[in-house]
Every structure is written in structure tokens, then in C-alpha cells.
């Protein structure tokens, strides 16, 4: 008898999953069909990377990026619109940076350098050195400081291009970039260079943030990163000649602390307005390109998933909250403040989603939660395989919505196809140009599509939670 019930129970649910999932098909493919015949993400990323361009934290097109955003995020008749104030760290990169090797005196090759984020200038008339070759920053260790004082280190470990996730690849060589300074002056060095985190082959120095640690202000090295045809070059000259020099100048500078903002805009919730869904990108870019695909390209993605929600029809039950962070590039402190915040105000983040790989082809979603969460979001699976999104994987979200992650809360990155993204990441070929119109309106898409869901279906409360 017991099992008749359950039996006769489970037909009478058939109707109403199917009902469910119907529903569900229809509010994908309204917000598919907005967002690729009527969206605004392509028109907004237009303006911030042509208009504005280039917004290193705390510099004047960073601030022109906020009153930008916040104006259009009032326009869009959401029910609040605010800036949060936050501190941010300013550098700048001063006059181009020249660099050149050097044969014999006289006979030069000029290369393509920038300076890292972060870093102190050269001497007022340059730096010029003998340059010793390193893979990575074990081989300070083993080399000592007999061989390395006084010279120029240059990290020429390259991204492996044998990975076909191309961020376990950038994982993989990045702390040269980051620490190769800081470390390399302990053993006497007097700068270093880095080839650029970059899979292909070009004249294209790629900057990024690196840091000194507690290294003395009087012991910083200068640190820029060179092309990775210049690496090649390099490399290739020092196997024939160890006795060359390398020159670089550059005249970067770090200022006091500037004030900036998050820029933040949400729709209140119809029935549970105390549980709050973020997305989020990052404002602030570096100073090279326009920031298009890193990462203006999250940022209007996810302005567009609150107009779609409003375009569609859809009367969200949660609270809706798109945030664009200042300050990922750098120092991470827009994300901070936030998350600070809303541990003062006792805010209840059930879900935060971060698009910040680019404005490519969406691919799906990976997802930093437990395995209830994830089982609930893989049954969505089949909504999304119309739109060739395949990709739900356990593994990481974004830097932003990071400092989110506690009480259960349910983090997740956007996951664009990744293997051109570094071609661009931080370097001036960041342009709107490589930005693809209806790539950009996918993925704006693919993030609603993912919100709606979450928001209807709400989170699976971890035990932790519960108790």
C-alpha cells in the first residue's frame, strides 16, 4: 500500500515539474531573444572603453567610470541605485617605458617593456645591467647571491601551453610576475624583467600587479615585463652572449590613497527581499588598452542582468543586486569594503556570480559550493544545452565575490571559452575592437538565465546554516 502511494504521489508531481519546466524554457528564451536582439551591454561597453577607456584605481577615468555606470543603472528604473565609498591604492605609469639590449656599446635593439603595477621607477637616466636567465623563482635559491647581485633577473618561465584551461596555465607562472621582484632583491639583483603571461608569440609586454611584501622602500627594485617576442629574443641572445646588457627606464609612481566607489544597483525582492543575489564585475582596469575584456565586459554583463529581469517580465522573489567593484586589479579593495559591509549590516548573500574572463563565447559556469547546491544547479542542464552552455563544474568563482564566501553562500564565475584571453589580459591590445558583439550579449544571457534560476528555486541550505 505504502508503495502505491509513493507511486500514485510521484504521477500526480509529473504534470507540475513539466508545468515548471515549460515555464522555465519560455523565461530562458525570452531573456535569450532581449538580450540578442534588443540588449545594451555591447552599446554600454562602447562608451566606457571609447569614451572613457583605460581606469586604473584612483585615477581620473576611474572616477568618469562611476558617474558613468551609476547614471545608467538610474535610468534602468531599478528600485535602488548607490555608491559605496572605498579607499584605493594609486600608482601611475608615468611616460612611456623605453628598454633596449645591448650587443656592445653602441649596437642596440630596442624591445617592448612596461612597467608592473606596483613598481618604483628606474633610476632618473635608466638601468642598465648584465642579465641573468631564470625559470622561476627556485632558481634564485640554487643560483645564490654570488651570481646574482648587481644584475638584471629575468623570468622567462612561460604559461604552458599544453593546458587547455588556459587560467591553470596563467596559475602556473604568475607568481614570477608577482613576487619576482621582491624575491630577486634579497639576493642583490638591482631589477628584473618578466616575460609576459601570454600564450602566443608578440610584441605585446603584458603589465599585471606585483608586490614587494615587507621589503624596505629603500631596497624595491624596478620590475617591468617585456613581450614575449622580446623573451624569446632575449633568451636567445644571452645563449650565445652571457656578457650583454639589458637597459629599461620607466618613470611609474605611487601616491597616497585615493577615494572611489563600488558602483551598486538592485531590485528588491518580492517575497524573500532579505536574501540577496549578487553579480558583479570589476570597474577598475589597468591603463594599457581600454579594459574591454577585463574587465568592462563583466560589468556590463551584469547591468544587463537586472534590465533583462525588468525587459522580460520576470518579478524577481529575492533581492537582485548588481555591484561593480573597484579596485580587483590591485588591491582587491572594492570587494573587501563590500563584503565588510555586509557583514556589518548582516546581509544574507545567498549567491554571488562574477563574470571576469573576458567577454568571449559563454561556455557555462563553475561553482564554489557544496554538493546539495551543486546538484540542484546540474539538473538545470538541460535549459541551458538549447544555448550551448555545457559547463557546470565544482572549482572556484572570482576575486570579487570572494570575500563572500561563509554562511553557505553559493559562489560561481561566468566561463567563457579561455583561449584567447590572454592574448589581450592586461596588455594594450585590451580593446573594444576584439570585443564580440553577440559573444558579449550571450554571455549577458547565460548570467540572467542562471539568476533567474537561482532565484525562483532559491539555494539548498548547507547543515551549517541549518543548525
Not at 610584441?203 to 631596497?219: Q, R, V, W
Not at 547591468?303 to 590591485?330: D, H, Q, S
Not at 556570480?353 to 539538473?379: H, M, V, W, Y
Not at 558579449?440 to 525562483?456: F, Q, R, S
Request: net charge negative; proline share 4%.
Amino acid at each position: 500500500m505504502i508503495k502505491k502511494s509513493v507511486l500514485f504521489s510521484m504521477l500526480l508531481l509529473l504534470p507540475v515539474l513539466a508545468m515548471a519546466q515549460n515555464e522555465d524554457e519560455v523565461q530562458l528564451k525570452k531573456i535569450y531573444t532581449q538580450s540578442l536582439t534588443n540588449g545594451k551591454s555591447y552599446a554600454w561597453l562602447d562608451y566606457l572603453s571609447n569614451q572613457i577607456g583605460g581606469r586604473l584605481s584612483g585615477s581620473f577615468n576611474a572616477e568618469r567610470a562611476v558617474e558613468y555606470t551609476k547614471a545608467q543603472l538610474d535610468s534602468l528604473g531599478l528600485d535602488r541605485v548607490w555608491l559605496q565609498p572605498v579607499m584605493v591604492p594609486k600608482w601611475t605609469r608615468g611616460i612611456k617605458e623605453f628598454a633596449y639590449i645591448e650587443y656592445s656599446p653602441g649596437d642596440t635593439n630596442n624591445i617592448d617593456i612596461c612597467a608592473l603595477g606596483g613598481s618604483v621607477a628606474t633610476p632618473s637616466g635608466g638601468l642598465k645591467g648584465n642579465v641573468i636567465e631564470v625559470q622561476g623563482l627556485e632558481d634564485l635559491e640554487k643560483l645564490g647571491e654570488e651570481k646574482i647581485k648587481g644584475k638584471i633577473v629575468f623570468y622567462n618561465r612561460p604559461m604552458q601551453a599544453d593546458l587547455i584551461q588556459t587560467f591553470e596555465a596563467y596559475g602556473g607562472c604568475v607568481d614570477q610576475r608577482y613576487s619576482g621582484a621582491a624575491e630577486a632583491a634579497k639576493y642583490g639583483a638591482v631589477g628584473v624583467i618578466v616575460r609576459s603571461m601570454n600564450l602566443r608569440l608578440d610584441d605585446y609586454p603584458h603589465t599585471g600587479s606585483m608586490s614587494y611584501g615587507d621589503t624596505p622602500a629603500s631596497k624595491r627594485i624596478p620590475a617591468a615585463a617585456i613581450s614575449t617576442n622580446g623573451a624569446e629574443l632575449l633568451s636567445s641572445v644571452l645563449a650565445l652572449n652571457k656578457d650583454i646588457k639589458f637597459y629599461f627606464r620607466q618613470t611609474c609612481k605611487v601616491f597616497p590613497d585615493a577615494q572611489s566607489f563600488n558602483v551598486i544597483g538592485e531590485i528588491k525582492g518580492s517575497t524573500y527581499p532579505n536574501e540577496i543575489i549578487t553579480v558583479g564585475g570589476h570597474l577598475d582596469s589597468w591603463d594599457l588598452g581600454d579594459g574591454s575584456h577585463d574587465d568592462g565586459a563583466g560589468c556590463v554583463q551584469s547591468m544587463e542582468v537586472l534590465r533583462l529581469l525588468k525587459e522580460t517580465g520576470y518579478k524577481p522573489k529575492r533581492t537582485i543586486r548588481a555591484v561593480l567593484f573597484m579596485n580587483e586589479e590591485n588591491g582587491l579593495r572594492g570587494a573587501t569594503k563590500y563584503a565588510e559591509v555586509a557583514k556589518e549590516k548582516e546581509e544574507n548573500h545567498v549567491f554571488a556570480l562574477e563574470s571576469d574572463a573576458g567577454g568571449f563565447t559563454p561556455r557555462g559556469f563553475s561553482f564554489d559550493c557544496d554538493d546539495a547546491n551543486f546538484k540542484q544547479i546540474t539538473s538545470w542542464e538541460p535549459l541551458f544545452k538549447p544555448y550551448l552552455i555545457h559547463y557546470f563544474e565544482k572549482g572556484g568563482s572570482g576575486a570579487d565575490v570572494g570575500p563572500l564566501k561563509g554562511n553557505g553562500t553559493v559562489l560561481a564565475g561566468l566561463r567563457p571559452d579561455s583561449q584567447r584571453y590572454f592574448d589581450h589580459h592586461h596588455a594594450a591590445n585590451d580593446t573594444f575592437e576584439h570585443v564580440n558583439k553577440r559573444e558579449l550579449e550571450l554571455g549577458a544571457a547565460t548570467m540572467t538565465a542562471l539568476v533567474y534560476l537561482i532565484d525562483k528555486y532559491g539555494t539548498v541550505p548547507s547543515e551549517k546554516v541549518k543548525g
